[in-house]
């Protein structure tokens, strides 16, 4: 029982923790947040010196529980000068990244990157900031709370650092400028605090806002840029049309505005060609290239790719912005919010295949936008899976490239996982993605394995309930940054099966998965004994081919499923009973009656089996 007998501030100081401690309560049991920002930013970009200055504006709002007493900045471009991070990771590496390799060491001073702030205001009084390679940490005068906002004013400069590594001038292709990571940019800020990571190279975590980008360039460059155009009638150049304005001296401010986006890109040359095209499916899209031996491939670009657009909204959710740019420049192929950096000299099934792969990251990083730095394979992995499911439906459609009809279109990855994870090199998917060991455990870990991530529990739910899981996936979690577990629960409301198990050993283990027909079996029964050799528990699938010519399909599900899938497609399983993972051997029945002439494991090729061989006892099918 309380005594009331209180102060009024005594009363004011329990009220007023009580309610804090409700709030706090709430947000970690029931509530979702994530910060907000918007950027106003103008630069002006001297394309003789490759200097760059700006002038930027930011709106933060802190909707987290927490208090906040400082910022931080990413710097990207400081990244690039001897010595860095960035620099000293790739000479470390076995395998370092051959784009970088000893290139950063080796910059003269007038090709190295940097990027510098002047002075930074809060509400418009000067702050402390400092400077430590590619993180700006600035000391906040005035604290900001819980649902506050906060002014930041900054001047800055910089240099457009050779191309190298996705962002710089004068590109391998001849592009001029490639600016991606290219302005001082406001850190993650989450559940788990502040993302402060250095730059190494790897990847990216943003904050969904607005950004206003007026740039000041030499009237003699087009411009391509995230976002929509906002004055094409003042710098007298048609950007809804192909015309290409004329050469002359000075400046032209190019104003872009795009809503809803966690970052900004833009790329300048004088000598791109612009194309609009408005198809069927997709949004208005833009084109940027030099006209070239490959022009005829850029050329028939656009309406395969209006045609991608209406796969991929069809299978993994509706694409939400007004525009989309492809854009040569880069080093290979880099994604960004309405817009990808692609590298252009391919032959058409070459730039299909990166624009796709770009294009669908629309969906795994600009729009769902998972921490990549922690779940790198939630972004790539599921990327290099629809990927996959999209170019085999376009190859079908326009008939470049040969189309696939393996019975399972992701068997490749498949089985090049499984014998990467025999290498020894495999490092767990929860490792974060700037500390893998080896570029090759990185690149497995993000592509292939992420997306057999999505084979497998395709596997076990069954085809029907994983096409269900991929579309509530991105309706749910759309512009809310999900992470594992947000994906295995919906996927688990879906089947109504148990799936932390499987996370558990996907994600946080290097276990492989290996099933095998007991040596035991000679056929001479109708019991066929299954052992599991490997120690990754998995559901099993089994056919039995009988001397009659019929066959029957049979699931084994794991107990701790609490459940099983019962049909795929035309195939109805027999379920049987749960094989607890304690158990090695499982004794599974055929049809009674009759005699078995052949069984086979994962007849469709799904199942991440790191020793096939041991999975077929009996005659070769015809």
């Known amino acids: 029982m309380f005594n009331f007998n209180l102060s009024k501030m005594q009363k004011a100081l329990f009220i007023l923790s009580i309610a804090m401690g409700c709030q706090i309560l709430s947000f970690a049991q029931h509530g979702y947040w994530q910060q907000e920002i918007s950027y106003d930013m103008t630069v002006n970009v001297d394309v003789k010196t490759h200097a760059l200055d700006g002038i930027q504006r930011v709106v933060y709002t802190n909707n987290s529980p927490d208090i906040i007493d400082k910022i931080f900045y990413h710097l990207y471009f400081n990244a690039f000068q001897p010595g860095s991070m960035m620099d000293i990771r790739n000479q470390m590496l076995p395998d370092a990244d051959p784009r970088v390799g000893q290139r950063i060491t080796s ?19 000067t702050v402390r900031f400092a400077e430590e390679g590619t993180i700006l940490e600035v000391a906040l005068n005035t604290i900001l709370e819980p649902g506050k906002s906060t002014v930041l004013e900054m001047k ?26 290219w302005y001082p940019k406001v850190c993650a800020y989450d559940y788990r605090g502040w993302h402060a990571n250095p730059y190494v190279g790897r990847e990216f975590y943003g904050v969904w806002g607005s950004f206003d980008v007026k740039i000041n360039i030499d009237k003699s460059y087009i411009v391509a840029a995230s976002g929509q155009l906002q004055n094409a009638d003042k710098i007298g150049y048609g950007y809804s049309d192909t015309k290409k ?16 986006v966690h970052d900004f890109v833009w790329a300048a040359d004088p000598d791109y060609k612009h194309v609009v095209y408005k198809g069927k499916f997709s949004p208005e899209m833009h084109f940027f290239y030099q006209e ?22 069809e299978r993994y959710g509706k694409y939400p912005y007004p525009v989309y740019s492809f854009i040569q420049g880069g080093d290979g192929g880099m994604e960004y919010p309405m817009a990808t950096l692609i590298t252009g000299h391919r032959s058409l099934p070459s730039l299909v295949g990166v624009s796709v792969h770009e294009l669908v990251h629309s969906w795994y990083q600009m729009i769902l936008a998972t921490d990549e730095a922690r779940f790198a394979w939630m972004d790539e992995g599921f990327t290099s899976y629809a990927s996959a499911e999209t170019m085999n439906f376009l190859k079908e459609e326009h008939g470049f490239g040969k189309v696939s009809k393996n019975k399972e279109l992701h068997s490749g990855s498949i089985k090049s996982f499984a014998n990467f994870a025999l290498s020894g090199y495999e490092e767990p998917l929860s490792t974060h993605a700037d500390h893998f060991n080896t570029n090759s455990a990185y690149g497995v870990a993000a592509y292939v394995k992420g997306a057999v991530y999505l084979a497998q529990m395709r596997y076990i739910i ?6 269900k899981l991929m579309l509530e996936y991105f309706n749910t979690w759309k512009f809310k940054h999900p992470e594992p577990h947000h994906f295995s629960r919906i996927a688990e409301k879906i089947s109504g099966l148990e799936l932390d198990w499987f996370n558990q050993y996907f994600i946080n283990t290097t276990h492989t998965v290996d099933y095998a027909i007991d040596s035991s079996f000679v056929g001479s029964s109708n019991e066929v ?35 099983a899938k019962n049909r795929e497609g035309k195939i109805r399983y027999q379920i049987e ?46």
């Open 462 to 467: 069954g085809e029907e309930n994983f096409d």
């Open 156 to 181: 800055f400069n910089g240099q457009v650092p050779e191309q190298i590594r996705r962002s710089g001038r004068d590109n391998a292709e001849g592009i001029a400028y490639s600016m991606s990571q």
């Open 529 to 563: 004994v299954l052992r599991r050799v490997g120690v990754f528990p998995m559901p099993v699938d089994v056919r039995i081919d009988y001397e009659d010519g019929s066959h029957s399909y049979h699931t084994i599900p794991l107990r701790i499923m609490r459940g």
């Open 107 to 125: 910059l003269p001073p007038e090709a190295q990157g940097h990027l510098h702030a002047e002075f930074i205001k809060q509400d418009g009084k």
């Open 577 to 622: 009973k749960d094989w607890p993972w304690t158990h090695p051997t499982f004794t599974l029945k055929g049809v009674e009656g009759k005699k078995i002439k052949r069984v086979e494991i994962d007849s469709s090729d799904r199942l991440v089996d790191a020793n096939r061989s041991n999975n077929v006892w009996g005659a070769v099918l015809n």
């Open 245 to 260: 304005p004329k050469a002359k001296k000075g400046k032209v401010k190019w104003h872009f505005i795009a809503e809803n």
């Open 292 to 313: 070239n031996e490959n022009t005829e491939a850029w050329e028939k670009l656009p309406q395969i790719m209006d045609d991608a657009f209406g796969f991929i909204n």
